[in-house]
């Protein structure tokens, strides 16, 4: 499957974003989908995950509630929603797949990956 990934952009501290993930060339709803993230100098870390049967999401505690996962099958999309960003969420956002797999956390159990969407919130 190849995913693209995008909205990403610039925004200030406080306001939101919506990126998005498509997919295609795979049978979309068997992958689970995940959101990472990397930060200037640090490792990819995991943001958000939604099964492949969307009956469980998955958000990193860092998240606190701000953001939201989402996946629309008819679309071959995954979304993830982000309200009240701080500086500290500035970083690629990328969009990962495993078929059929549990929302896991490991950069190393995901099987594709997206190209990465650039977020930079200021202060």
């Known amino acids: 499957v190849q995913l693209q990934a995008s909205g990403g952009g610039l925004v200030q501290a406080g306001g939101s974003l919506r990126l998005s993930c498509a997919a295609s060339?795979?049978?979309?709803?068997?992958?689970?989908m995940g959101w990472f993230r990397q930060a200037p100098g640090k490792e990819r870390e995991f943001v958000a995950g939604i099964s492949w049967n969307i009956i469980n999401e998955r958000c990193a505690d860092f998240v606190n509630g701000r953001f939201t996962i989402s996946r629309d099958s008819a679309k071959n999309m995954v979304y993830l929603q982000m309200n009240s960003l701080k500086p500290e969420d500035t970083g690629v956002y990328y969009c990962?797949?495993?078929?059929?797999?549990?929302?896991?956390?490991?950069?190393?159990?995901?099987?594709?990956w997206g190209q990465g969407t650039l977020v930079t919130v200021s202060s």
């Open positions: 060339g795979g049978t979309f709803s068997s992958y689970t």
């Open positions: 990962a797949a495993v078929r059929y797999g549990s929302i896991f956390r490991r950069t190393d159990d995901y099987s594709y």
